[in-house]
């Protein structure tokens, strides 16, 4: 029998060595007889009657040792063969041995309960620590209903009906019960209160019903059967009781952990959504009116535009179509990375890769501007979503082409540090007002017309960053990197991404032929 | 003989402004709004190459994909919302030849669909063995590349990787496809192989190994070499 026994009745112990002690000592007294005298003899009947108390009952050591006395008596004791007691030392003997069987009896029967008391306080403690032990281990405390459940049937050996509550009313069922005893539950979960004997509330139910208490309220309530329960102790009930409240308390905790997210998440959703709504509002709104401004003058005058106006609006619409297209998709990569519990698509990539897609896109959408490349050689692979990496290359060099002045290329330079790598976009451009270097990086801010950023003469150029920037920022972070704005030195900004590298994860093939 | 388009697309506009613009360069253009209607003109039709969108109200194409190459080759062009489009990726591994990603410019969709219909049939014609772009020479057949007029050495996996993305010059080539065709269908997984060799490979053959002229980089798709001239 171990202590992490969850059952608590102790397997009945076998009665034959009791049994055996016995037949042992009469053949050994049998044997001894002619050996040694009446005294001796009954010490070896003492000592049998209390080694055979260790596993008999009470009951059964009494009366073996009234029997064991009574044929000492018919065997050994002068007149022998008969239960006349011939001499008065004999009678004492008698008795005296008798009193003494007894009192071992009796004493080793109350250690033995002592004993078996404190297994099964031990076993309950135990159950208890388990118990919560799951609950703690448990994401949702109701997938483990069917442990209280079992663990409570064991306790009273018989099946068990749970009712768990469901938001605000009485929901789950689980088990059998009659009517009245869901109606039972219903009652005890309702007030909080255990019913059933011994609890002072509806005594001659032949049930109990104990409620899962939480610090607030009741959860859940438990219906337990006493039908193989004869007589239910109160410390039964507390230990059933105590597993109950378990349960309430996580069950719970679980509630309050669900409303706390729901409430984040509906903070979260408002507060994204008024992203959107100020990106639309903000940054949308002036290429499509460039667009339909193009587009209707086309519609309109066509025929009285020349060949080269036509060419221009027509480019304006593409070019703005393009500036649009680049805003959603920044917009919609903010939301979606905004989202909690997103999965990136992360995959082995090399850095030269990514740099070099973005020279070819950003060559592709302005073929007049020099964009260049320094990467240090024998850059590790990082383990990144190329996709989101790319849009982050992408916007800080179409960034920097907007701002960042015509008189230098922009730069993409790539480093590796002792254990992240270091992507730096660079321009030459004015640079960027103290008060405005943090907060370039929130949703919807740019450098206000006025301070040194950018002159109220190019405000055309310096449209679309409204979102750029924070998205980055969020594509570095959610790579557990960080993008950060650097003044140079002799002017212009370097806008810095750095990414960790694990040197255990980077992946090598095992050989390059 | 002008070449049959099937255009499944279910926005209208779009639909009715690809047609437009498809037919003025010459292209009869058969339109379909769902996979339902696709599958009808398929079965009645003649068709040349397919635009194919995905995100269709009634499924993402892949059954279209399926009863297409039942012994035809009809070149699929794959048109997708998003950059990282799991049916897109699903349906290039599968073997659509290429794909473009909303919004494109028409220029874009007539170079891709110049591409797909030139290696309409590769399957049944002779295997492309020699490829030209620039100064750099290819011939499979006698396992040669020559870049400006001098001999390359290529490792035989640099070759073999360089012989797959020749076979598809200016279509996409998908991660997996190279892995599973370079390496074997065991190693679909081990992208990181397929950057070291690339890298290798760019050294060799690119003038700025990070400013790609040559060996493009479809960022989580795949690779793409460079149409070649004829």
Redesign the interface.
């Known amino acids: 029998m171990t202590p992490t026994d969850a059952t608590p009745p102790a397997p009945t112990p076998s009665r034959w060595p009791g049994a055996l002690v016995w037949t042992l000592a009469g053949l050994a007294m049998g044997v001894l007889y002619p050996v040694l005298d009446l005294a001796n003899l009954a010490m070896l009947l003492v000592l049998a009657s209390a080694l055979a108390a260790l596993w008999l009952t009470p009951a059964m050591c009494l009366a073996a040792c009234a029997l064991a006395v009574l044929v000492f008596n018919f065997a050994f004791v002068p007149p022998r063969f008969t239960f006349s007691v011939a001499l008065h030392q004999h009678a004492l003997l008698l008795s005296t041995m008798l009193s003494v069987s007894w009192i071992v009896a009796l004493l080793m029967a109350r250690q033995r309960r002592l004993a078996e008391a404190e297994r099964l306080l031990a076993q309950r403690a135990r159950q208890l620590q388990d118990f919560g032990a799951t609950l703690r281990d448990s994401d949702d405390p109701r997938l483990r209903a069917s442990d209280l459940q079992a663990a409570l049937a064991s306790l009273v050996g018989a099946p068990v009906a749970l009712l768990l509550r469901e938001g605000t009313d009485a929901g789950t069922r689980l088990g059998k019960a009659g009517s009245d005893g869901w109606e039972g539950l219903g009652m005890s979960l309702r007030h909080s209160q255990a019913m059933g004997p011994g609890t002072g509330r509806h005594e001659d139910q032949p049930d109990w019903y104990l409620p899962m208490r939480g610090r607030q309220a009741a959860l859940g309530a438990a219906l337990l059967p006493l039908t193989n329960q004869p007589e239910p102790t109160p410390e039964l009930r507390a230990h059933a009781q105590a597993l109950c409240d378990q349960m309430g308390l996580a069950l719970e905790r679980a509630h309050a952990t669900h409303a706390a997210t729901s409430a984040r998440e509906q903070a979260h959703a408002h507060a994204l959504r008024n992203t959107l709504l100020a990106a639309i509002s903000h940054d949308y709104r002036t290429p499509l009116a460039t667009i339909l401004g193009a587009a209707s003058s086309l519609h309109d005058q066509a025929d009285r535009l020349s060949a080269g106006q036509r060419q221009r609006l027509a480019a304006t619409i593409?070019d703005e179509?393009g500036q649009l297209?680049r805003i959603t998709d920044n917009t919609l990569q903010l939301a979606r990375l905004d989202t909690p519990g997103l999965a990136l698509?992360l995959?082995?990539?090399?850095v030269?890769?990514?740099?070099?897609?973005v020279?070819?896109r950003a060559r592709q959408r302005q073929p007049d501007r020099a964009v260049k490349?320094r990467?240090q050689a024998g850059l590790p692979?990082l383990r990144v979503?190329?996709?989101l990496?790319?849009q982050l290359l992408d916007n800080l060099v179409d960034n920097a082409l907007k701002y960042g002045g015509e008189s230098a290329p922009v730069e993409i330079a790539a480093t590796l540090e002792s254990n992240q790598i270091r992507l730096a976009v660079r321009d030459r451009g004015p640079g960027i007002a103290p008060a405005w270097r943090e907060r370039v990086f929130d949703a919807f801010q740019r450098g206000d017309p006025g301070d040194n950023r950018a002159q109220p003469a190019d405000a055309p150029a310096r449209r679309g960053a409204g979102v750029g920037l924070a998205v980055c920022r969020t594509i570095a972070r959610a790579h557990g990197g960080e993008l950060t704005l650097r003044m140079r030195q002799r002017g212009g900004c370097s806008f810095e991404c750095t990414l960790p590298v694990n040197p255990a994860q980077a992946?090598?093939?095992e050989a390059?032929? | 003989m002008s070449l049959t388009v099937l255009l499944v697309e279910d926005d209208r506009e779009l639909r009715t402004t690809l047609r437009e613009s498809l037919r003025v360069e010459g292209y009869v253009v058969v339109a379909a709004a769902s996979l339902a209607d696709a599958h009808a003109l398929l079965a009645n039709t003649d068709v040349d190459i397919v635009l194919l969108d995905l995100g269709l109200p009634d499924g993402d194409g892949e059954t279209l994909l399926t009863t297409l190459r039942r012994g035809r080759s009809t070149p699929v062009i794959v048109i997708s919302a998003r950059e990282t489009d799991d049916p897109k990726i699903r349906l290039l591994d599968a073997g659509a030849d290429d794909f473009l990603v909303k919004p494109f410019s028409l220029g874009e969709l007539l170079a891709r669909m110049r591409v797909a219909l030139r290696h309409r049939g590769t399957p049944l014609q002779a295997a492309i063995t020699h490829y030209r772009q620039g100064d750099l020479r290819v011939d499979l057949r006698a396992h040669r590349v020559r870049l400006a007029d001098e001999d390359v050495h290529l490792t035989p996996t640099e070759f073999k990787l360089l012989a797959r993305l020749v076979r598809n010059a200016g279509q996409v080539v998908t991660h997996r496809q190279l892995l599973a065709d370079v390496w074997g269908a065991e190693f679909t997984e081990h992208t990181h192989y397929l950057r070291l060799y690339m890298g290798q490979l760019r050294t060799k053959l690119e003038v700025d190994p990070a400013d790609p002229q040559r060996l493009l980089t479809e960022p989580g798709v795949g690779y793409r070499l460079v149409e070649g001239e004829d």
């Open positions: 593409i179509a297209g698509h995959d082995w990539e090399s030269e890769e990514l740099v070099g897609t020279l070819r490349a990467l692979l979503d190329a996709v990496l790319v992946g090598a093939p390059l032929a």
